[in-house]
């Protein structure tokens, strides 16, 4: 199985949270390529079984909360049919951002498997149930145990 994980990150939360996920897809047995979502690696999405895609929560008052780093992830190549997890990390409230993150990544073309938030304190909770819920939807062969 394997995997592509890149992420957005202006202050190292959402890169923290890549780190974690791309650990839990080692974990799973899978191989993990992680990167900045500016420098996306190619041919490893072209490969890939599921692509993790993450970003920080944007909050504004009058067009609500939105996936951040709008310029580094409308660099992001078209992920035509290819199945893809959203993450985000946030401070205080998430609103109902991963729905935007996921409509933004399937105007990509994307698959969107799942979406979901974290608090930036309390990483990693949640991450490895996320994983396992991604790549269930996503119906990633596992190499068995
Ligand atoms: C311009 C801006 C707007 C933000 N708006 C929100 C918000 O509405 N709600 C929230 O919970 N966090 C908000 N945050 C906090 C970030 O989403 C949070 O710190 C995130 O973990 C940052 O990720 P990073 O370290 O990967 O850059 C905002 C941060 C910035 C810079």
Redesign the pocket.
């Known amino acids: 199985m394997k995997a592509v994980v890149l992420?957005?990150?202006?202050?190292?939360?959402?890169?923290?949270?890549a780190e974690y996920v791309a650990g839990a897809v080692q974990a799973a047995g899978g191989e993990v390529t992680i990167r900045p979502v500016d420098d996306p690696p190619m041919d490893d999405i072209a490969n890939a079984d599921i692509v993790f895609i993450g970003?920080?929560?944007?909050?504004?008052i009058i067009a609500g909360?939105r996936p951040?780093?709008q310029r580094n992830m409308n660099t992001l190549p078209g992920l035509w049919d290819i199945p893809v997890a959203g993450f985000?990390?946030?401070?205080?409230?998430?609103?109902k951002v991963t729905g935007a993150l996921a409509r933004y990544l399937e105007k990509k073309g994307a698959s969107v498997v799942l979406a979901r938030a974290f608090h930036?304190k309390r990483l990693p909770d949640g991450i490895a149930e996320f994983v396992a819920d991604a790549l269930a939807a996503a119906e990633v062969n596992l190499p068995s145990a």
Do not use: I, K, L, Q
């Open positions: 992420y957005e990150s202006r202050t190292g939360n959402t890169r923290r949270a970003t920080w929560v944007d909050g504004a909360h951040g780093g985000m990390t946030y401070a205080v409230y998430p609103g930036r």
